[in-house]
C-alpha cells in the first residue's frame, strides 16, 4: 500500500473545517490543468467522494493561447475519469493591449464566479501553492499591486463572486511536492510555456524562486462597524482595522483600495480633516466616528430597466427582481420633488451624502417614482458583503 504524503492530510483536514459534509450544494474548483489543480482535483474528488459532497470543476480558456482548447479538454477526461462533472468556460471578445494579465485574473474570478453561482455553490477550491505566496510578494515588492492570498476569503469579483467564500487549501504546499506526488501517482498535468516566459512578471518572479514561511491563517478581528441593512450606510470608529472593507462596500466597487492609501485617509481625518474620499466611498468625521457613504462623484449610477424574473444589481450595493415589466431603477437624485411625501420624509433622514444615491423605483407612464414597491423584491447588498469581505464568516455553514 503506497503512503500519502503529509500534505495530504493537511489539505483534507482543511477542506473538512472549512466545508460542510453532506450539504445539497456543490462544491466547486477551478482547474487550469497545471500541477497545482490537478493534484488539489485528485485530493478533493477523494474528499466529496467521502463526505458524499458534490464536486463540479471548472476550467476555463483565455483565449490567449491557441492550446487553451486542447487543454480544457484535458481537464473535462480527467474530471470525467474521477467521476466529476466538468464545466468548461471561456474568456471571449477582444483583449486589452496593457495590463493583460490583471484583465485575465479578473475574467477568471468573474467567469469562475457567475458559474458557481448559477450552479448553486457557495465555495470555490483554487491550488494556489506556497510558492504562490512567495511569488506573489516578490511582485508586491515591485509595485504590483496584489491583494494577501488567504486560506478563506471572499470572492474578488464584485458583484459577480457575492456571496462566494474562496478556499485555497494548499497555501503551505510546495509546487515541487505536488508535481513529485502526481509523477508517482502517474498523473499527467499541463505545463503552460507562459509560465517561462520572461516578458510577463508572473514569470520572472516563479524564475526568481522566492522563498516564504507558510502560510498562518490570521485571526479574525471582530467587526465593529454597523450597518443600516435598508441603505448600506456604514457607521463605526475611525480606528476600525476594516475601514478598506467598508469602503469597497458602501461604494458597491469591486477592488479594495491598497492599505497605504487607507493609512493616508485615516491619518488625515485623525489630524483634523472632516471628511475624505476614497475607492468611489465618501467618508465623514464626527465625534461618534466615521459615516461612510458612497461619493456622490461627476456621474451618478446610471437608470436600469428590470427584467421581469431575474435579479439584477444595481451600483454594485443593491439587487432587484420585479415580477412584471415595465420597472426600471435609478438614483434618487434629481426626483426628490417627485416622491410622495412619505418617501421624502424618509429620504430626509438619511446622511446627506448618502440620499442622491439611494435607488428609486420608475414605472411606464408614471412620473412619479416610489422607494419601494410590492412586486418589486429590492436588497441591499452591503451588510452581507462588508460581513464576507472583513471574514467574519468563518465557514461554509456560515454562509
Known amino acids: 500500500m503506497r503512503l500519502r504524503p503529509d500534505w495530504v492530510e493537511r489539505v483534507q483536514q482543511r477542506l473538512d473545517h472549512y466545508l460542510t459534509p453532506h450539504a445539497r450544494a456543490p462544491v466547486t474548483l ?215 472593507q467598508a469602503l469597497a462596500s458602501a461604494a458597491g466597487r469591486a477592488g479594495i483600495p491598497s492599505s497605504s492609501a487607507v493609512e493616508r485617509l485615516r491619518h488625515r481625518l485623525v489630524t483634523g480633516a472632516s471628511a475624505g474620499v476614497l475607492n468611489g466611498a465618501r467618508v465623514q468625521a464626527q465625534a461618534g466616528g466615521l459615516t461612510i457613504t458612497r461619493e456622490r462623484g461627476r456621474e451618478g449610477p446610471p437608470t436600469q430597466s428590470l427584467v421581469p424574473g431575474d435579479v439584477q444589481v444595481w451600483d454594485g450595493r443593491f439587487a432587484f427582481e420585479a415580477a412584471e415589466p415595465g420597472w426600471a431603477v435609478g438614483p434618487a437624485g434629481g426626483h426628490r420633488a417627485r416622491l410622495s411625501c412619505q418617501d421624502r420624509t424618509w429620504l430626509g433622514q438619511l446622511p446627506a451624502p448618502a440620499r442622491p444615491y439611494h435607488p428609486v423605483l420608475f414605472r411606464d407612464g408614471d412620473p412619479c417614482p416610489v422607494l419601494a414597491h410590492p412586486t418589486v423584491k429590492a436588497s441591499c447588498l452591503v451588510p452581507d458583503r462588508l460581513r464576507l469581505a472583513t471574514r467574519q464568516a468563518k465557514m461554509e455553514g456560515d454562509l
Open 30 to 244: 477551478g482547474v487550469s490543468g497545471g500541477g497545482d489543480s490537478m493534484a488539489l482535483m485528485h485530493v478533493a474528488a477523494d474528499w466529496t467522494r467521502r463526505r458524499k459532497r458534490r464536486l463540479v470543476v471548472l476550467s476555463l480558456d483565455h483565449g490567449l493561447s491557441p492550446h487553451g482548447p486542447a487543454w480544457n479538454d484535458q481537464v473535462a477526461r480527467a474530471a470525467t475519469a474521477l467521476g466529476l462533472d466538468w464545466l468548461g468556460l471561456s474568456w471571449d471578445g477582444a483583449k486589452p493591449h496593457s495590463g493583460l494579465a490583471e484583465a485575465a485574473r479578473q475574467a477568471r474570478h468573474a467567469l469562475l464566479a457567475e458559474a458557481a453561482r448559477a450552479g448553486g455553490a457557495k465555495v470555490i477550491l483554487l491550488g494556489h501553492t506556497l510558492d504562490d505566496l512567495a511569488e506573489a510578494d516578490w511582485m508586491r515588492a515591485r509595485g504590483t499591486p496584489l491583494g494577501q492570498m488567504q486560506v478563506w476569503s471572499p470572492s474578488p469579483a464584485w458583484p459577480e463572486g457575492r456571496g462566494l467564500m474562496l478556499l485555497r487549501p494548499m497555501l503551505d504546499v510546495r509546487r515541487e511536492a505536488l508535481r513529485a506526488w502526481l509523477q508517482t501517482e502517474g498523473i499527467s498535468w499541463v505545463d503552460d510555456p507562459a509560465n517561462a516566459d520572461l516578458r510577463f512578471q508572473r514569470s520572472r518572479a516563479r524564475a526568481a524562486q522566492p522563498s516564504r514561511t507558510a502560510m498562518v491563517d490570521r485571526r479574525r478581528p471582530s467587526l465593529d462597524l454597523e450597518v443600516d441593512t435598508e441603505t448600506g450606510v456604514i457607521r463605526g470608529p475611525i480606528t476600525t482595522p476594516w475601514l478598506g
